[in-house]
């Protein structure tokens, strides 16, 4: 499980002139008076007392319960919760020193203004922010360099959710005498093997027919997502009025005979759900669950009309061709936003999305097994995808190249603060500055601590934001979605936390919360851009909360990333 870095005062009432405390305050790690040096030291050796005692009973209790307590020792023990800031103080102690200066240098190439964040940035960001250290160092022990195909490979390959398919790959790997292509062989056809299994109980599953539903209705979902950018790129494409009303009119028809399609397969759903009596006692409890399914089928048909009249009118519209380029553009325009909201500013994408998992929810209750073997086979495709990638790499496994690797580990938050620490460890007029890298060291081992634990990756958020009173970020790969969490505490606004999760490569669930209630108005009343934004980058958004809470919950094993989590819609 993943944390929530909750480090707010209990008052939230915080003015903005706040966020310009002097380094006394207790919000920074850095303190001007050096006559508290000695008090300092000893609560160093107090904060290492208390990372080594977290570690080892980690390491030695097995309990599953025993988690959630350390988990929360360790977020109790934050010491540098604003890590970027504390950095930037840490850097202007010390540039002005010439023989720690390059020490201020390096540190300023990992820390950049929240503006230039990207895609790109953020992954090697995050990798070198010092929780990697060792993985890194374990990197660069290995006899070969693996190209990163054969490593995403051997990571699913560690995630996989089957039993058997674990036992598998454990007794392929036991074979060491067995060369790297014989491997691959040997596992393309365990997963041929499993394939077939699992298509087997699919097929002798009295719920077939709901199974076949259920991934008609995701496959219809990705058909709208592509009809709606199609018709967004026709939108930016500069083409004569002639080609531009056939190109309108041919994606109009398309879209139409898949809205047709969707409301054919809500009817064979429904009909096939009804033929269940949920009025039996052993059903009674997942009555509500039918019923909210009949509900939300109902609602998405009564949209589909809608939507099918306004394009009847919009190809109608074409056909004349007197339309100008503009007016053809502002009616795709109109077109996309239909697809993708109803009045409500309801994603139609998001009405089936739900649909289909309360239809999963059905299946399961009835036939838990042909439901595994649904996600299994999902996950064996990526597997068998994976793998074919993988094998083409072979030739491309190389030595290691310690150069390479030394330059990766030299390029490193926490090797930096090492090199620091080192420098200024026998210099009593510098026992500041190696007190204050201390706790910015042990806030890394904090995070890192809680990435063990959590199975998970959990850092602070590696850039300068102004107003930010403390962060964190994480990263956790469940057993079918990938998911991220960000918990950001600002002095105005107070904090937010976040819950990303990503399945089958393009759905994606959000799920936000606030601690005050004027932060969650701000955020609802730019909803629309943001769920924008998100479906410009290609994702189709399955689902969407926001709510307020004042206090957010400790850690709860049931809240935990691998169970996911619940949202309303």
Do not use: C
Request: proline fraction near 2%.
């Amino acid at each position: 499980m993943i944390i929530t870095n909750n480090n707010s005062t209990p008052n939230t009432q915080i003015n903005q002139k706040d966020e310009k405390k002097d380094l006394s305050s207790p919000k920074t790690i850095f303190k001007k008076d050096s006559t508290h040096s000695t008090e300092l030291s000893e609560v160093d050796v107090k904060l290492n007392q208390i990372t080594n005692k977290l570690l080892d009973q980690l390491k030695a209790n097995n309990d599953g319960n025993f988690k959630p307590q350390v988990l929360n020792q360790a977020k109790n023990a934050q010491v540098a919760p604003n890590f970027a800031k504390d950095v930037v103080d840490l850097i202007n102690s010390i540039k002005s020193d010439p023989n720690l200066s390059k020490f201020a240098t390096k540190l300023e190439e990992f820390l950049k203004p929240i503006e230039q964040i990207k895609n790109a940035d953020l992954a090697s960001n995050i990798k070198n922010s010092g929780i990697m250290l060792e993985a890194k160092i374990s990197e660069a022990l290995r006899k070969e360099s693996l190209p990163t195909s054969i490593k995403e490979l051997l990571s699913l390959m560690k995630k996989v959710q089957s039993n058997e398919l674990k036992q598998s790959f454990l007794e392929l790997a036991k074979n060491e005498n067995s060369d790297i292509q014989k491997s691959f062989d040997d596992l393309k056809l365990i997963l041929e093997n499993a394939k077939a299994k699992n298509l087997n109980v699919i097929n002798n599953s009295n719920l077939k027919p709901l199974l076949n539903l259920g991934k008609s209705i995701e496959n219809a979902i990705k058909f709208l997502d592509k009809s709606a950018n199609l018709l967004s790129e026709q939108a930016t494409q500069n083409l004569n009025k002639t080609n531009t009303s056939q190109n309108i009119q041919t994606k109009i028809s398309s879209t139409i005979k898949a809205l047709d399609f969707v409301q054919n397969l809500l009817q064979k759903t429904q009909s096939q759900v009804e033929k269940i009596n949920f009025e039996l006692p052993n059903l009674k409890n997942i009555k509500s669950i039918k019923n909210d399914l009949i509900n939300i089928t109902n609602d998405i048909n009564k949209q589909i009309n809608t939507l099918k009249d306004s394009f009847g009118i919009a190809k109608t519209n074409t056909l004349s061709n007197l339309m100008s380029l503009e007016q053809s553009s502002t009616l795709i325009e109109n077109l996309i936003d239909a697809i993708s909201t109803d009045a409500n500013n309801t994603n139609l994408q998001e009405k089936l999305s739900l649909a289909a998992k309360k239809l999963s929810n059905i299946i399961n209750y009835f036939d838990k097994n042909a439901g595994d073997a649904k996600q299994n086979l999902a996950q064996i495709n990526h597997l068998s995808k994976l793998a074919k990638k993988a094998t083409l790499d072979i030739q491309n496994i190389e030595p290691n190249n310690i150069d390479e690797s030394l330059k990766a580990l030299s390029n490193d938050v926490k090797t930096t603060l090492l090199n620091l620490k080192e420098a200024t460890q026998n210099a009593s007029n510098l026992n500041n500055i190696n007190q204050n890298v201390n706790r910015l060291l042990t806030q890394i081992e904090m995070h890192q601590l809680m990435s063990f634990a959590g199975n998970s990756i959990q850092t602070y958020l590696p850039y300068v934001w102004d107003g930010l009173d403390s962060s964190s970020v994480a990263f956790k790969q469940g057993k079918s979605k990938f998911y991220a969490k960000i918990d950001l505490n600002f002095i105005k606004y107070g904090s937010v936390s976040v819950i990303l999760g990503l399945f089958d490569g393009k759905f994606i669930d959000i799920m936000i919360s606030t601690g005050k209630e004027d932060f969650k108005d701000i955020i609802l009343n730019s909803s629309k851009e943001l769920k924008t934004a998100i479906t410009n980058l290609g994702l189709i958004i399955s689902s969407f909360s926001l709510t307020h809470k004042a206090k957010f919950e400790p850690y709860n094993e049931q809240n935990s990333f691998d169970l996911g989590f619940n949202v309303k819609a």
